[in-house]
């Protein structure tokens, strides 16, 4: 309730135009929003997307009278269309996937057929249920209960997580219908005493996994051997149960499900649910200093840009990319809530790390419609419920293209008009998408990278299945791990070097008095990770992996977490332990690190000619390499050393040794950035073993682009770091996720060479996605620089003049036209 | 920023690498060359491991029958002569074994028989037998103890591969002891391999099937689990629900839980039953063995099958010594061994639990006899004192609300 000093205050403090817009539907915003003078022209992309009307289809003939008329009763008489065809697909048996955007009833699509078994075997088909996050399984644990309980039968549906009391455990084991879990779940309480989940096991139907898109990299790889070990365990109690997904809207989804459940699946893709007309608009914030690229920051826009699009006749969300933003914004705007014609309660934050009830209770607020504006991170990406909402404003681009349309997915579901505005930050990716917005619109491109075959990911794996029951000999060929390469020799080492297992004839036993899958992580690193430990309060502030530690928690460093800073005390590298202390600075720190690659073994190799030089003769050519007319590609084991005679670039995915050192840090001055001094770091150096997307130019072609003079080393290093910051629009990945090393004269080629390799130990398939898609990489990397509108490089392209060098843009942006000049004439050599 | 790198290696012709290959890049990959980690923690809440962990070493203990000679030898000089004994390793299979053939394959089995006479500690054997089933089933908070017969009883405890439970840890040994015709059978069924557990398992079920109920030493928390859980991977199945089952931990905590610094099988068997056991073995010695026996090492596998054998006794005189607890004599009409000032003070609580008043007070007024305990019994008067006071005030109620 607002107090009436406030509302004869407001008109007073803000201008009368502002006022106004708050009161305007969707539409008459947007319009406004166009004629701004100021907004206007940095809305620099607009695109409607006419309403859809919905397709419908009647209930399967198959289906049980009481399930139609229970969803009759909830005013659902047809189902749409991609609904009605998921369903027959489960009820004939198949493995499916549905693709269709957030809200458009994919819960429907497996509680349908898990109803209907139930129903057909009195109760006897159990099924489990996978969610991402613990809010998903037990919104969706409320629903079920709903629907069963009005079936009026014996049956439960039960949560099981980290929150489940011991008490009731039992019960939910031995009376569970249907059990609602999530991967760690399963991967360290589930699985590995299974002889007490037997009845689950025993009469396991149907395992629905919701949001495959989320399960990439380490954890999708982990996640993928976890579904292996399901399938093993259900196989032991003679069940085969049959997996119904869920995804965004993903590249090449019928092989990512293929990667992750080892089978085929029908994908459901055609959505027949109606939506609202949508309005997008791309917002680049005004360029501040065009010699340092520097634009206006984007929450700072964003907080500007609400006044005009915020109001009591809609709901609004904003999402930001890093916690520490939603607080800030979500203060912004709570400051400026009356001038958007609010109350401060009327706008909340909502993160992960808020307690359970505070997040229930924002989320039935906001269904409700109590709440005007929810400012979140990815938090609410994801399927939770609460209701549809107008307006979306996404401060920076998310990092992948599902992400875009899961954020976006959540205004505009009632048919309703609905805006969506994307605010452009300053990096390279962001700026791209700002000139390049139909990137967004078109087809997926960004693949997942997941590789349930990577050697650590699998040796760890089959310890966890090893506990669970003996390996056969017969498992290498057949059943859920079968053809995973390299197997019968993991399980070897597991048994003669490791000793933790004992091989028995065609049998490896489990044989060490330890529970594997305490100390085995999905996410990766697990037990390598460093701790970081508050001295004074003793308590754990941060963890860091393996490999960031060396530049962050080495003596000396400042290490930050939301605005507060800490100075490490003592790193003791051996037990991944640093030791922090909360300290006040004026100064923060960054690491100088030496990186070098050595490459192991190349497998991959595809090749541009020099035009006028002969051709030759053509390798095994994989399909994925066919883009380029003149390249060459060979899947060959053992590609010699290449020469260089006649060829204009060549790539490879291959093998490489890592070495990182981190040499010495500087301190460098908040705001100035004047740096304060510079200390040495005494700390080992890391390796890894894994993968990498390797790309060099042959000599003469460097010569002819003008790379061989001084200067332009730094252009060099510049090309590296654009491939690396755009490289997350083919590959579902951040930038950090991928190592850099850029070498004007390899020693291995001995030419300028750029690796970009994957930073998980053995890799996680990165590098084979970059390898495919590298022409559009060369593509995307030009398309930034020449877009760009600063002078000589800026941290939105090559980076600032200090590192990427006088010449740096220039040089860059030559060599990149050079590699991105696709077909025939072009190759020809420009300098 | 780069080495030469003449040492590329070319990729191997075909997928299979030599095994040596594979060996050294999982090594490498794995970091398996690292500084040893943390040892795995068991995947159960910290108290409940601690407590399991506390009663396995109980359940290592020094597995030397207690008898004069030993108890000398460690009040003199050889105070590890228990261990010493134990660190004597053999090879090959254990002796005295005998095939056993059921439905699920074959396993080992060793059978004993001890005369009703035999004394394990200061106790017989056969004191169990005159056992009062109604006494045990009070103390035990357990009714459906009252009409069983001692002589149908079936004393367990297992050897296991560790702790942690789950379907990776094996059980390789079950100890099984019953009353036979004048006589203490002992039958120590044992996996060869893991691929014998299946039938020893089976036969097991098939024992507890053949008897009237279970006595175990916390074996309600961890035997009985362990077994079920693998009888289930082997679908075999539990013969546990609806058996009733004397978990002796329980009520000898109950009882004497304050009056010693822990509640282990070799402190209780020591102070109540004058069972004498030497040196304590660390708690990892009963899954060694296993695993030394199966990988041909030298092992102590002889050590665990005379520790599981004398467990077992130790059950059957715990047993009879609990029998006798309200009666606070043995059946020659001495007075019986332990802290008698806890075990008042436990009775009184399980009186009070019952809420028979009069009973508790009585037990406290014995209790306080007893001044080693003082800050239990203080603790248990403000308890029993504060239950009267709110019954007094119930009745008063009671009485005075029809008049208002």
């Given at each position: 309730?607002?107090?009436?000093?406030?509302?004869?205050?407001?008109?007073?403090?803000?201008?009368?135009?502002?006022?106004?817009?708050?009161?305007?539907?969707?539409?008459?915003?947007?319009?406004?929003?166009?004629?701004?003078?100021?907004?206007?022209?940095?809305?620099?992309?607009?695109?409607?997307?006419?309403?859809?009307?919905?397709?419908?289809?009647?209930?399967?003939?198959?289906?049980?009278?009481?399930?139609?008329?229970?969803?009759?009763?909830?005013?659902?008489?047809?189902?749409?269309?991609?609904?009605?065809?998921?369903?027959?697909?489960?009820?004939?048996?198949?493995?499916?996937?549905?693709?269709?955007?957030?809200?458009?009833?994919?819960?429907?699509?497996?509680?349908?057929?898990?109803?209907?078994?139930?129903?057909?075997?009195?109760?006897?088909?159990?099924?489990?249920?996978?969610?991402?996050?613990?809010?998903?399984?037990?919104?969706?644990?409320?629903?079920?209960?709903?629907?069963?309980?009005?079936?009026?039968?014996?049956?439960?549906?039960?949560?099981?997580?980290?929150?489940?009391?011991?008490?009731?455990?039992?019960?939910?084991?031995?009376?569970?219908?249907?059990?609602?879990?999530?991967?760690?779940?399963?991967?360290?309480?589930?699985?590995?005493?299974?002889?007490?989940?037997?009845?689950?096991?025993?009469?396991?139907?149907?395992?629905?996994?919701?949001?495959?898109?989320?399960?990439?990299?380490?954890?999708?790889?982990?996640?993928?051997?976890?579904?292996?070990?399901?399938?093993?365990?259900?196989?032991?109690?003679?069940?085969?149960?049959?997996?119904?997904?869920?995804?965004?809207?993903?590249?090449?989804?019928?092989?990512?499900?293929?990667?992750?459940?080892?089978?085929?699946?029908?994908?459901?893709?055609?959505?027949?649910?109606?939506?609202?007309?949508?309005?997008?608009?791309?917002?680049?914030?005004?360029?501040?200093?065009?010699?340092?690229?520097?634009?206006?920051?984007?929450?700072?826009?964003?907080?500007?840009?609400?006044?005009?699009?915020?109001?009591?006749?809609?709901?609004?969300?904003?999402?930001?990319?890093?916690?520490?933003?939603?607080?800030?914004?979500?203060?912004?705007?709570?400051?400026?809530?009356?001038?958007?014609?609010?109350?401060?309660?009327?706008?909340?934050?909502?993160?992960?790390?808020?307690?359970?009830?505070?997040?229930?209770?924002?989320?039935?607020?906001?269904?409700?419609?109590?709440?005007?504006?929810?400012?979140?991170?990815?938090?609410?990406?994801?399927?939770?419920?609460?209701?549809?909402?107008?307006?979306?404003?996404?401060?920076?681009?998310?990092?992948?293209?599902?992400?875009?349309?899961?954020?976006?997915?959540?205004?505009?579901?009632?048919?309703?008009?609905?805006?969506?505005?994307?605010?452009?930050?300053?990096?390279?990716?962001?700026?791209?998408?700002?000139?390049?917005?139909?990137?967004?619109?078109?087809?997926?491109?960004?693949?997942?990278?997941?590789?349930?075959?990577?050697?650590?990911?699998?040796?760890?794996?089959?310890?966890?299945?090893?506990?669970?029951?003996?390996?056969?000999?017969?498992?290498?060929?057949?059943?859920?791990?079968?053809?995973?390469?390299?197997?019968?020799?993991?399980?070897?080492?597991?048994?003669?070097?490791?000793?933790?297992?004992?091989?028995?004839?065609?049998?490896?036993?489990?044989?060490?008095?330890?529970?594997?899958?305490?100390?085995?992580?999905?996410?990766?690193?697990?037990?390598?990770?460093?701790?970081?430990?508050?001295?004074?309060?003793?308590?754990?502030?941060?963890?860091?992996?393996?490999?960031?530690?060396?530049?962050?928690?080495?003596?000396?460093?400042?290490?930050?977490?939301?605005?507060?800073?800490?100075?490490?005390?003592?790193?003791?590298?051996?037990?991944?332990?640093?030791?922090?202390?909360?300290?006040?600075?004026?100064?923060?720190?960054?690491?100088?690190?030496?990186?070098?690659?050595?490459?192991?073994?190349?497998?991959?190799?595809?090749?541009?000619?020099?035009?006028?030089?002969?051709?030759?003769?053509?390798?095994?050519?994989?399909?994925?390499?066919?883009?380029?007319?003149?390249?060459?590609?060979?899947?060959?084991?053992?590609?010699?050393?290449?020469?260089?005679?006649?060829?204009?670039?060549?790539?490879?995915?291959?093998?490489?040794?890592?070495?990182?050192?981190?040499?010495?840090?500087?301190?460098?001055?908040?705001y100035t950035r004047e740096s304060v001094g510079i200390e040495k770091i005494h700390l080992p150096a890391e390796e890894i073993d894994t993968q990498a997307f390797v790309f060099a130019l042959s000599l003469e072609s460097?010569?002819?682009?003008?790379?061989?003079?001084?200067?332009?080393?730094?252009?060099?290093?510049?090309?590296?770091?654009?491939?690396?910051?755009?490289?997350?629009?083919?590959?579902?990945?951040?930038?950090?996720?991928?190592?850099?090393?850029?070498?004007?004269?390899?020693?291995?080629?001995?030419?300028?060479?750029?690796?970009?390799?994957?930073?998980?130990?053995?890799?996680?398939?990165?590098?084979?996605?970059?390898?495919?898609?590298?022409?559009?990489?060369?593509?995307?990397?030009?398309?930034?620089?020449?877009?760009?509108?600063?002078?000589?490089?800026?941290?939105?392209?090559?980076?600032?003049?200090?590192?990427?060098?006088?010449?740096?843009?220039?040089?860059?942006?030559?060599?990149?036209?050079?590699?991105?000049?696709?077909?025939?004439?072009?190759?020809?050599?420009?300098? | 920023?780069?080495?030469?790198?003449?040492?590329?290696?070319?990729?191997?012709?075909?997928?299979?690498?030599?095994?040596?290959?594979?060996?050294?890049?999982?090594?490498?990959?794995?970091?398996?060359?690292?500084?040893?980690?943390?040892?795995?923690?068991?995947?159960?809440?910290?108290?409940?491991?601690?407590?399991?962990?506390?009663?396995?070493?109980?359940?290592?203990?020094?597995?030397?029958?207690?008898?004069?000679?030993?108890?000398?030898?460690?009040?003199?000089?050889?105070?590890?002569?228990?261990?010493?004994?134990?660190?004597?390793?053999?090879?090959?299979?254990?002796?005295?074994?005998?095939?056993?053939?059921?439905?699920?394959?074959?396993?080992?089995?060793?059978?004993?028989?001890?005369?009703?006479?035999?004394?394990?500690?200061?106790?017989?054997?056969?004191?169990?037998?005159?056992?009062?089933?109604?006494?045990?089933?009070?103390?035990?908070?357990?009714?459906?103890?009252?009409?069983?017969?001692?002589?149908?009883?079936?004393?367990?405890?297992?050897?296991?591969?560790?702790?942690?439970?789950?379907?990776?840890?094996?059980?390789?040994?079950?100890?099984?002891?019953?009353?036979?015709?004048?006589?203490?059978?002992?039958?120590?069924?044992?996996?060869?391999?893991?691929?014998?557990?299946?039938?020893?398992?089976?036969?097991?079920?098939?024992?507890?099937?053949?008897?009237?109920?279970?006595?175990?030493?916390?074996?309600?928390?961890?035997?009985?689990?362990?077994?079920?859980?693998?009888?289930?991977?082997?679908?075999?199945?539990?013969?546990?629900?609806?058996?009733?089952?004397?978990?002796?931990?329980?009520?000898?905590?109950?009882?004497?839980?304050?009056?010693?610094?822990?509640?282990?099988?070799?402190?209780?068997?020591?102070?109540?039953?004058?069972?004498?056991?030497?040196?304590?073995?660390?708690?990892?010695?009963?899954?060694?063995?296993?695993?030394?026996?199966?990988?041909?090492?030298?092992?102590?596998?002889?050590?665990?099958?005379?520790?599981?054998?004398?467990?077992?006794?130790?059950?059957?005189?715990?047993?009879?010594?609990?029998?006798?607890?309200?009666?606070?004599?043995?059946?020659?009409?001495?007075?019986?061994?332990?802290?008698?000032?806890?075990?008042?003070?436990?009775?009184?609580?399980?009186?009070?639990?019952?809420?028979?008043?009069?009973?508790?007070?009585?037990?406290?007024?014995?209790?306080?006899?007893?001044?080693?305990?003082?800050?239990?019994?203080?603790?248990?008067?403000?308890?029993?004192?504060?239950?009267?006071?709110?019954?007094?005030?119930?009745?008063?109620?009671?009485?005075?609300?029809?008049?208002?």
């Open positions: 309730m607002r107090a009436d000093s406030d509302s004869d205050a407001a008109p007073r403090r803000t201008p009368n135009s502002v006022r106004a817009a708050a009161r305007l539907s969707v539409a008459e915003l947007v319009e406004r929003l166009r004629a701004d003078p100021e907004f206007g022209p940095r809305c620099v992309h607009w695109r409607s997307v006419p309403s859809r009307p919905e397709q419908t289809a009647p209930f399967p003939a198959c289906l049980r009278p009481e399930l139609a008329e229970l969803y009759a009763r909830r005013g659902v008489t047809r189902l749409w269309s991609h609904q009605a065809e998921a369903v027959e697909h489960a009820l004939a048996g198949r493995d499916v996937l549905v693709t269709t955007p957030t809200a458009s009833g994919k819960t429907l699509c497996f509680v349908l057929p898990v109803l209907q078994r139930l129903l057909e075997t009195d109760g006897k088909a159990r099924a489990l249920f996978l969610y991402p996050t613990k809010a998903l399984s037990q919104d969706q644990s409320t629903n079920l209960n709903g629907l069963i309980g009005e079936l009026a039968r014996d049956w439960h549906s039960f949560t099981y997580d980290g929150d489940t009391p011991p008490s009731v455990r039992r019960t939910l084991r031995e009376q569970g219908h249907v059990v609602l879990t999530n991967p760690w779940m399963l991967h360290a309480g589930i699985l590995p005493n299974h002889a007490k989940w037997a009845e689950l096991f025993r009469d396991l139907e149907t395992v629905v996994i919701d949001e495959v898109h989320t399960l990439s990299g380490v954890f999708g790889s982990s996640v993928a051997n976890v579904l292996r070990r399901l399938q093993r365990i259900a196989a032991h109690y003679g069940a085969r149960p049959r997996f119904l997904l869920s995804s965004a809207t993903i590249a090449d989804a019928q092989n990512h499900a293929r990667s992750l459940i080892g089978r085929e699946v029908e994908v459901v893709q055609r959505d027949g649910s109606p939506s609202g007309g949508r309005t997008f608009a791309v917002y680049n914030p005004p360029m501040l200093d065009a010699v340092a690229g520097l634009r206006a920051n984007a929450l700072e826009e964003a907080r500007r840009l609400a006044l005009r699009i915020v109001g009591p006749a809609h709901q609004s969300i904003f999402f930001c990319n890093r916690r520490t933003s939603v607080e800030v914004l979500t203060r912004y705007l709570k400051e400026s809530a009356h001038e958007m014609g609010l109350e401060r309660d009327e706008i909340r934050g909502y993160r992960g790390g808020y307690l359970p009830n505070l997040r229930r209770e924002i989320e039935s607020d906001l269904r409700a419609g109590k709440v005007k504006v929810v400012v979140t991170t990815n938090a609410l990406e994801l399927g939770i419920d609460i209701g549809s909402l107008d307006v979306a404003v996404l401060v920076g681009y998310p990092g992948s293209q599902a992400s875009f349309w899961q954020r976006a997915g959540r205004v505009g579901r009632r048919a309703r008009e609905s805006l969506v505005v994307q605010v452009a930050r300053s990096d390279p990716i962001d700026q791209y998408l700002a000139t390049h917005p139909d990137w967004l619109f078109s087809a997926p491109r960004e693949r997942l990278g997941l590789d349930p075959n990577n050697l650590v990911i699998l040796s760890e794996q089959a310890k966890c299945a090893a506990f669970e029951l003996p390996f056969s000999t017969a498992e290498l060929e057949q059943g859920p791990f079968a053809g995973a390469p390299h197997l019968g020799g993991i399980l070897d080492y597991l048994a003669e070097e490791s000793k933790l297992l004992h091989r028995r004839g065609e049998r490896w036993y489990w044989m060490a008095d330890a529970y594997p899958a305490e100390d085995v992580s999905l996410a990766g690193g697990g037990p390598d990770n460093v701790l970081i430990l508050d001295v004074d309060t003793k308590k754990a502030i941060g963890e860091i992996d393996r490999e960031g530690s060396l530049t962050t928690v080495h003596e000396g460093a400042i290490y930050q977490v939301e605005g507060e800073t800490w100075i490490v005390e003592r790193f003791d590298f051996e037990n991944r332990r640093a030791y922090v202390k909360q300290v006040e600075t004026d100064y923060f720190t960054e690491a100088e690190v030496d990186t070098e690659v050595r490459v192991l073994r190349l497998e991959r190799e595809a090749r541009r000619l020099r035009s006028g030089a002969p051709a030759p003769a053509a390798l095994a050519a994989p399909a994925a390499l066919a883009a380029s007319a003149t390249a060459e590609a060979s899947r060959s084991a053992d590609v010699a050393r290449p020469s260089a005679e006649a060829d204009d670039y060549s790539v490879w995915s291959g093998e490489v040794h890592v070495t990182t050192v981190a040499t010495s840090y500087k301190k460098v001055r908040y460097a010569g002819a682009l003008g790379l061989e003079s001084g200067d332009r080393g730094s252009a060099w290093a510049g090309v590296g770091k654009l491939l690396r910051h755009v490289a997350p629009l083919f590959l579902r990945c951040q930038p950090q996720d991928l190592g850099l090393a850029t070498q004007v004269r390899s020693p291995h080629f001995s030419r300028p060479a750029i690796f970009l390799y994957d930073r998980v130990q053995g890799g996680v398939g990165l590098a084979d996605v970059l390898f495919e898609s590298h022409r559009e990489l060369f593509q995307a990397a030009l398309d930034v620089v020449e877009r760009c509108e600063c002078e000589r490089g800026c941290p939105g392209c090559v980076g600032p003049i200090a590192e990427a060098g006088l010449l740096g843009k220039g040089t860059a942006r030559t060599i990149l036209a050079h590699l991105a000049g696709g077909s025939g004439a072009s190759e020809r050599v420009v300098s | 920023m780069t080495r030469p790198s003449d040492d590329v290696r070319p990729a191997s012709a075909s997928g299979d690498a030599a095994k040596g290959e594979l060996f050294a890049k999982l090594k490498r990959l794995r970091r398996d060359v690292d500084p040893p980690r943390e040892p795995a923690r068991p995947a159960l809440p910290a108290w409940f491991a601690r407590r399991l962990a506390r009663e396995h070493e109980s359940a290592q203990a020094n597995p030397t029958r207690g008898d004069p000679r030993t108890d000398a030898a460690r009040r003199g000089s050889g105070a590890d002569s228990g261990a010493a004994a134990l660190a004597a390793k053999t090879s090959g299979a254990p002796r005295d074994l005998e095939p056993c053939v059921n439905a699920f394959g074959t396993h080992a089995v060793r059978v004993r028989r001890l005369p009703d006479a035999t004394r394990h500690g200061e106790w017989r054997l056969a004191d169990l037998l005159s056992a009062d089933m109604a006494e045990l089933a009070w103390l035990a908070l357990d009714d459906t103890l009252v009409s069983l017969a001692p002589s149908r009883a079936l004393f367990l405890d297992i050897e296991t591969t560790g702790l942690s439970g789950g379907a990776g840890t094996h059980v390789y040994m079950v100890g099984l002891a019953r009353f036979d015709g004048g006589a203490l059978e002992v039958w120590q069924g044992f996996a060869r391999g893991p691929e014998e557990e299946p039938a020893l398992l089976a036969s097991t079920a098939e024992r507890i099937l053949a008897s009237s109920f279970l006595v175990t030493f916390f074996g309600k928390s961890f035997d009985r689990h362990r077994l079920a859980d693998k009888m289930r991977v082997h679908g075999i199945a539990p013969p546990f629900d609806a058996r009733p089952h004397l978990d002796l931990y329980h009520p000898l905590r109950r009882l004497y839980g304050k009056a010693y610094p822990d509640g282990r099988l070799a402190t209780l068997e020591r102070e109540l039953c004058g069972v004498a056991r030497d040196a304590d073995l660390p708690g990892s010695f009963a899954p060694a063995a296993w695993f030394d026996f199966l990988a041909d090492r030298p092992h102590r596998l002889e050590a665990v099958f005379r520790h599981n054998f004398d467990d077992v006794q130790s059950l059957v005189v715990l047993c009879a010594h609990l029998a006798r607890t309200r009666s606070g004599s043995t059946h020659d009409g001495a007075v019986l061994s332990g802290a008698i000032g806890a075990r008042c003070a436990g009775l009184a609580r399980l009186a009070a639990r019952r809420r028979d008043w009069d009973d508790a007070l009585r037990w406290l007024a014995a209790a306080s006899g007893d001044l080693r305990l003082p800050d239990d019994l203080e603790e248990l008067a403000v308890e029993l004192r504060a239950r009267l006071a709110k019954r007094a005030a119930t009745q008063r109620r009671r009485t005075t609300r029809p008049l208002s």
